[in-house]
């Protein structure tokens, strides 16, 4: 069964805005993975958060997580065209279970 | 950063056929590998993880005779889809975990196998 929600479904913003995707989780988790995925391609590893962090950056990225409301957001600032993917959350206990994910449309 | 790799990258069968999905890790020796589904516009949902030397661990609702998975050595596990059917058709993605060094062991992903069941 799936572990995570993730909303927004779908997002479509303009080249250089921000675009932030929340996801939430079920049972307790030892870290967070956010992974992004072009249409019909396999999986980009982004970013991982240890459960003992609140807070990660990486480039353009940034990704929160709240370990007492089980959520954890991903935020990419200044986006490109080239964002335009689905982005997955993936929580981990034993295994590696993915969220619905946030289909992301960056416009030129 | 680890590899793995699918092969095939796609494939068309013919309904009540099989069909053998190769996942290989390339640099690092897998004891665990996993094996996700995933249609069009959906998320990936674990089918199985699977364990070098022994049985894999089906999740709830997948088919264990229909989704054969053998982990016979570390850096290869293959599923065989059997008999398949037009509703087979997915987009296959298996991972591997690299259990080497102190943690988290990542899984790495490979680039997935679309399966067309006519």
């Known amino acids: 069964s799936q572990q995570g929600e993730e909303d927004p479904q779908a997002l479509s913003i303009q080249e250089g805005e921000n675009a932030t995707m929340n996801c939430s989780y079920k049972t307790s988790i030892n870290n967070l993975q956010w992974y992004r995925q072009n249409s019909g391609r396999g999986l980009v590893h982004l970013i991982l958060?240890?459960?003992?962090?609140r807070e990660k950056h990486s480039g353009r990225l940034r990704v929160t997580l709240d370990t007492s409301k089980k959520s954890s957001s991903l935020l990419i600032t200044a986006s490109r065209a080239a964002d335009t993917a689905s982005y997955f959350c993936?929580?981990?206990?034993?295994?590696?279970?993915f969220g619905q994910g946030t289909e992301l449309s960056v416009k030129p | 950063g680890a590899v793995v790799s699918q092969h095939p990258s796609r494939v068309i069968c013919k309904s009540g056929t099989s069909v053998k999905i190769e996942c290989r890790s390339l640099d690092f020796q897998a004891t665990t590998m996993f094996w996700y589904r995933q249609f069009p516009k959906q998320s990936l949902m674990l089918m199985a993880t699977s364990n070098e030397g022994s049985k894999a661990t089906y999740e709830q609702g997948v088919e264990k005779d229909k989704f054969l998975i053998n982990h016979a050595s570390l850096t290869l596990s293959t599923l065989t889809v059997t008999s398949a059917h037009p509703e087979d058709s997915s987009f296959y993605i298996c991972?591997?975990?690299?259990?080497?060094?102190?943690?988290?062991?990542?899984?790495?992903f490979g680039p997935g196998t679309r399966l067309t069941v006519t």
């Open positions: 958060i240890r459960s003992n962090e």
């Open positions: 993936a929580s981990k206990g034993g295994k590696l279970i």
């Open positions: 991972s591997a975990r690299d259990h080497t060094g102190p943690g988290p062991y990542e899984q790495y």
